[in-house]
């Protein structure tokens, strides 16, 4: 019989030694070879990465002890098939099936139990980092290494790349009950958006589909159902919320609501046309599919080359934000009337790690707070600058006192950058990690060139 734990040694040793070679090689290493990347920034890209085909395996599930031990590259739709053969998930399954598990903590990752769970690095109880000089450490909040555990989150593998951890579980039951209100006021919403963080829920999260049209989804784990619902096909999942009051899922599917439809982004590619949605069939309605067409585009520039032969210029205005609860409301309407891409997502999140945990690039912006997801872009004749919208979004972020995820294109100055993401901390700990600047800089990664 193998042994999962040797296997690994064996496959992270072989990462690691890749990771110091190419580094010795090339005098840089800034990303991973990998078919996907759920990363949003307009960028060429100048060199292979990192193979990282071989650490997608689930070491070990203790469903009593509620935890899973998992290698870093490993995609979350297989993490999950593997934790719901045993009665358990992870306690932050982001919302797309591709999205790695080393990923979501190196970059941020959400989902609808983050009221109660808070992010993806919340739920970590130990990881193992390959460091560019080809050493693997073990960080826990606790040991040697609390300072890079605690700086992972948000450093986009800039200080290094974790090949294990071990991550919290909860249990789960067959179905899901989710309950759809719908308000006409923003005000309501986050009313009861207040009262929902201490309920008896197991996911809370809503759309905005315009500044009067509002829902908001509460879900429990029920042990039976009357009926289930399938949107994973003909179904369009987020078009339910505004028409029954309750729903049945599988818990497989209702972790994977938003997936078969990148939330609502395959308008864009027109896959919510019934003919279209029967042509492409089952099997590509998903995450992954559409990244590839949309790669695809961003690479040939197709759909830009058209616009602009008809006068019109576009911007992808895609970004997820954090807004203190006590702003949330004042941001969305501002969103609505200044930039006015629709539907937003809506996701409650809570800070588990309190301020002596806290990630020191990317503190919480409250021990409450709300997150907002918008993806599409803006079609315009005028001659607006570069980013002009994404850089109304980050003023308006920053003057109510949020903080924005940097998946996607950003245009801070580099001042204004290293103040809101721990650049003092974030210096120490690349002096301590990666003193060479094999891995690259934060600012330089994850600010879009201009």
Known sequence: MTDPHRDHARRARAFADALAEAGRHDGAVRSLDKPLSNLFRDREVKQRGLPAGDLVHVLAVDAAANRVEVEGMIPYDALLDATLAHGTAPRVVPQLKSITVGGAVAGIGIEATSFRHGLVHETVLEVDVALPDGRIVTC??????????????????????????????????????????????????FEAVGESYDADLDFLDGVAFSRNDLVLSAARFVDDAPYTSDYTYERIYYRSLRNGDTDYLTAQDYFWRWD?????????????????????????????????????????????GV????????????????????TAREFLAWFIEEIGVLPVWICPVRDRAGSDDTSPLFPAPGERYVNFGFWDTLRFTAGYPTGHFNRKVERAVAELGGIKSLYSS??????????????????????????????GELYAKCVRER
């Open 410 to 439: 950003s245009f801070y100055d580099a001042e204004e950058f290293d103040r809101i993401y721990g650049g003092p901390a974030y210096r120490e700990l690349k002096r301590r990690y990666d003193p060479t600047g094999a891995l």
């Open 260 to 304: 078969t439809d990148w939330f609502w982004c395959s308008k864009n590619m027109g896959a919510q046309h019934p003919l279209v949605r029967r042509l492409l069939g089952r099997e590509r309605l998903n995450s992954r599919f559409y990244q590839r067409v949309m790669r695809w585009n961003s690479r040939w520039r197709l759909l830009e």
């Open 140 to 189: 826990t909040r606790d040991n040697e290494h609390r300072d890079l555990f605690l700086g992972m989150p948000n450093s986009y593998g800039t200080l290094g790349y974790a090949t294990r951890l071990v991550i919290e579980t909860m249990p789960v039951k067959p179905y899901v009950e989710v309950t759809h209100r719908r308000f006409s006021r923003p005000e309501a919403l």
């Open 307 to 326: 616009e602009r032969l008809g006068g019109y210029r576009r911007e992808s205005v895609i970004q997820d934000v954090d807004l203190p609860f006590e």
